[in-house]
């Protein structure tokens, strides 16, 4: 009964993304915060690094005042931490901890937690231990907190742990603070985008797969193990979709207790007039930059077409989305010139000095520069993956080619110094995106796209595009504002195929059929909204605050 649920009267949630902008997790929590507020009021609390020390972080607001009794007892347990506001909707209360001091103690934390836990340490590499001493530290802090605040008030308390790097505070608050309901979720594991990155099959053997066995062959033994040991032992274990869920079940050998589909906020999507003069200015804009680029004219109907996201060759996509621009470029029923943007930061060099030189006229250009596909400068062209495709292909984008491709290999935060406009005010300019990913947890960037009423075509094998055909009832369509493409292990050349069925379908509409299409995509966009998907964090919470309460009875 719905009734009967546990609802929770503190919620914590830690990740190595509060207050640090690095990647979709941010996004997660820092749209999830303003509905949780709404909710919980300042019972939310977010604890991230503390990676700012001495220099300012533009999204964390310092509050001296705030709980200064606290800080002083945390400081006089050896926990320095800032407290403060998060500068994000909702400006959920925040507290960055400084994890440096724990590194002279990490073998002994390693040991506690191979004895206490059977977390196995010893081939830790890279950011592990970075990450595992941020994780102990924001445990410390949780436990320094209840104590300080909630303890006596017999609060119902949980404590949300968010990807592998925040596994041994989980364990950490489920051994020394057991009247704490803690919840873990991992976005991806570690292992499968291994797997995946590796350019191992991934789906059609995922049964046969031994997750421990992979992560030795792979060199993933620490991080694999402190996310399999979390996820086998705090209160409730998620995930963002119903493939990761299948995923964990083969390699962490943990079926998820619930699945958190990852929502949005539309504040940031202008309305009426503004959405208009914005997708104007973001059209004439990018095709400003073709023009630079390329020295050809591109007509009003220019069908603009986007990829964007994390630089991972194959598993975002990118690869077959290339693939489907060269494929395209022969099609005789294409009766409009096509740019195609490729937009995911590489090793970047800085922007083009001679397209900057060209922008800054006013002139139309009738020659192109050298490399008409590239707006920036890259440290190691030679290796690139999308220049070296593109050289494959002989693709120079010249007059007699339709398709052009512009390769866009930086953050488009708004000061990149050739579009100097952020990626959502470009987002908006665009006519259909495609996001044929081929490992996806989620899929932020569809789902930002539909937001903007950009029409977008995505793979079964992301979250998003699962969702998109539950739905539907059915594989979701092009004019449905999510054309699903079926992906398997081995199907390459057949997406490649769809996503070139698409782009011609879509080259063909008439403008009505592009404004019912643009209009479903919103309005699938208003089924992901936080208000809908935040009472799946509930369910969580209950299901861990149900196994609390029944531990806390035994003790």
Request: aromatic share 12%.
């Amino acid at each position: 009964m719905e009734d009967e649920k546990i609802v929770p009267t503190f919620v914590f949630e830690s990740s190595w993304e509060v207050c640090n902008k690095v990647g979709g997790i941010y996004t997660v929590l820092s749209t999830h915060a303003k509905t949780l507020v709404e909710t919980l009021k300042d019972c939310v609390v977010f604890v991230g690094p503390d990676l700012w020390r001495g220099k300012e972080n533009p999204l964390f607001v310092e509050d001296k005042a705030l709980w200064a009794k606290w800080v002083d007892q945390a400081r006089r347990e050896g926990i320095s931490v800032r407290v403060g506001r998060w500068n994000i909707p909702g400006r959920p209360c925040v507290v960055l901890v400084d994890f440096q001091p724990y590194f002279v103690a990490k073998d002994h934390l390693y040991g506690s937690a191979w004895a206490d836990f059977g977390v196995e340490s010893l081939h830790a590499y890279g950011d592990y231990d970075e990450a595992s001493m941020f994780s102990y530290a924001a445990g410390r802090v949780v436990e320094s907190y209840y104590n300080h605040f909630l303890r006596k008030k017999h609060e119902r308390v949980v404590y949300q742990a968010h990807e592998w790097m925040t596994g041994l505070g989980a364990l950490y608050v489920k051994k020394h603070v057991p009247a704490i309901a803690t919840v873990f979720t991992t976005h991806a594991t570690s292992i499968g985008r291994s797997i995946a990155g590796n350019n191992k099959p991934l789906y059609d053997y995922l049964y046969a797969y031994n997750g421990n066995q992979m992560a030795g062959e792979l060199n993933m033994e620490a991080k694999h193990s402190i996310e399999r040991q979390t996820a086998h032992n705090v209160d409730c274990f998620t995930t963002v979709s119903d493939v990761t869920a299948r995923e964990c079940e083969e390699l962490l050998d943990k079926r998820p207790d619930a699945v958190l589909m990852n929502g949005f906020e539309n504040d940031f999507v202008p309305a009426g007039d503004e959405f208009t003069r914005k997708r104007k200015e973001a059209r004439q804009q990018l095709l400003r930059v073709a023009n630079a680029l390329t020295g050809q004219q591109f007509p009003e109907d220019t069908l603009i077409v986007a990829t964007s996201g994390r630089y991972e060759f194959k598993n975002k996509g990118i690869d077959v989305f290339l693939e489907a621009m060269h494929r395209l470029d022969w099609q005789e029923g294409l009766r409009r010139p096509v740019v195609a943007f490729v937009e995911v930061p590489a090793w970047v060099a800085g922007p083009r000095r001679d397209l900057q030189g060209r922008l800054a006229s006013q002139e139309v250009f009738d020659t192109p520069l050298p490399m008409p596909f590239l707006t920036h400068g890259l440290n190691d062209v030679e290796h690139d993956n999308v220049m070296n495709t593109l050289r494959w292909f002989d693709k120079s984008n010249r007059p007699e080619e339709r398709v052009k491709v512009i390769f866009v290999p930086c953050y488009l935060d708004g000061k990149d110094g050739i579009f100097n406009r952020s990626y959502y005010d470009l987002l908006i300019g665009k006519d259909l995106t495609v996001y044929a990913s081929y490992y996806e947890p989620w899929g932020y960037t569809p789902l930002e796209s539909i937001a903007f009423h950009v029409p977008t075509v995505t793979t079964n094998l992301s979250g998003f595009g699962l969702w998109a055909n539950k739905v539907k009832g059915e594989p979701s369509s092009l004019l449905d504002g999510a054309e699903v493409i079926e992906r398997t292990d081995y199907n390459y050349s057949d997406v490649a195929d769809g996503i070139v069925r698409a782009v011609l379908q879509f080259a063909g509409w008439d403008k009505q059929d592009v404004e019912h299409a643009r209009q479903n995509a919103a309005s699938l966009a208003q089924k992901a909204l936080w208000k809908h998907f935040i009472k799946q964090y509930f369910d969580a919470y209950d299901i861990a605050l149900q196994k609390t309460a029944v531990r806390m009875e035994i003790l």
